[in-house]
């Protein structure tokens, strides 16, 4: 059973930064890429970052402030979030999808997903 465990969300300053992490398990990590969403209070879930055979893409909104990562020693991805603004409020949430997949085509479009961790909330105050 595929596993998908964020944490790391929390209350920050615009300005700030903010490293959430999604713990893996119950598959192949290596078979697999895993993606970041998020979804903010009455909109539409949004792609955020995806990460396909150490390929990133990123959503033009967070490209320069958000870096995606693996550690595939530990089966965890981060999302390491810089300079967040008030607009970055939102659920974040964890997806995993089996290769192959195209991380460009991925964060363009949230359904393409498998598997969704629980989220994990970030707020940020202006």
């Known amino acids: 059973e595929v596993q998908l465990v964020e944490s790391g969300g929390g209350l920050v300053q615009a300005g700030g930064s903010l490293r959430l992490s999604c713990a893996a398990s119950?598959?192949?990590?290596?078979?697999?890429?895993i993606g970041w969403f998020r979804q903010a209070p009455g909109k539409e879930r949004e792609g955020v970052s995806c990460?396909?055979?150490?390929?990133?893409s990123y959503a033009d909104s967070v490209k320069d402030r958000f870096t995606i990562s693996s550690d595939n020693a530990r089966n965890t991805v981060y999302l390491q979030m810089n300079s967040l603004e008030p607009e970055d409020t939102a659920v974040y949430y964890c997806?995993?999808?089996?290769?192959?997949?195209?991380?460009?085509?991925?964060?363009?479009?949230?359904?393409?997903?498998?598997?969704w961790g629980q989220g994990t909330q970030v707020t940020v105050s202006s």
């Open positions: 119950g598959f192949t990590f290596d078979d697999y890429a």
């Open positions: 990460l396909s055979s150490n390929d990133a």
């Open positions: 997806a995993a999808r089996p290769l192959p997949i195209l991380p460009s085509l991925w964060v363009r479009m949230p359904e393409l997903s498998s598997d």
